[in-house]
């Protein structure tokens, strides 16, 4: 994996701008725009996906990005029980569930997978860097 300088771009967070990008398009074109209650909880909770993954990036160490990762891909879960949510009061069709479900069971698989990658990491994080050197016999 190749150095990445910015949270913009792990694939992980452009993929959650995606789903945020998809409820929102919900929101304008559906009866859930006008259902505020679930739809606050819908915006947070997609938000929460991509806040967290650039919140953990920040922290610049493997621990803790993980940490943010795992609350992230609950978040995916979340969403995806409001969906059905949405779904059972009729508020969107079978067939946009089905579509923004592949999209969130897409990045659950994603973030696991760097979940994975940043246990098996050598590098610990850029906070380790000066305590390595400082250690050293």
Not at 53 to 66: L, M, P, Q, S, V
Not at 67 to 86: G, I
Request: charged share 30%; net charge positive; proline share 1%.
């Amino acid at each position: 994996m190749g150095r990445i300088e910015k949270f913009e771009d792990l694939e992980v967070w452009q993929l959650a701008r995606t789903i945020c990008k998809e409820i929102e398009n919900l929101f304008g074109t559906t009866p859930l725009g006008k259902n505020f209650s679930l739809r606050d909880q819908m915006e947070r909770s997609s938000g929460s996906i991509m806040d967290n993954i650039a919140e953990g990036f920040g922290r610049d160490g493997n621990r803790e990005f993980h940490n943010f990762l795992s609350y992230s891909k609950a978040s995916c879960s979340e969403l995806k029980s409001q969906l059905y949510r949405a779904l059972d009061k009729k508020l969107i069709h079978e067939e946009q569930i089905e579509h923004l479900q592949s999209i969130i069971d897409m990045e659950i698989n994603k973030i696991g997978a760097f979940m994975f990658y940043l246990r098996k990491s050598e590098f610990k994080g850029q906070k380790f860097k000066s305590l390595k050197k400082d250690n050293k016999p």
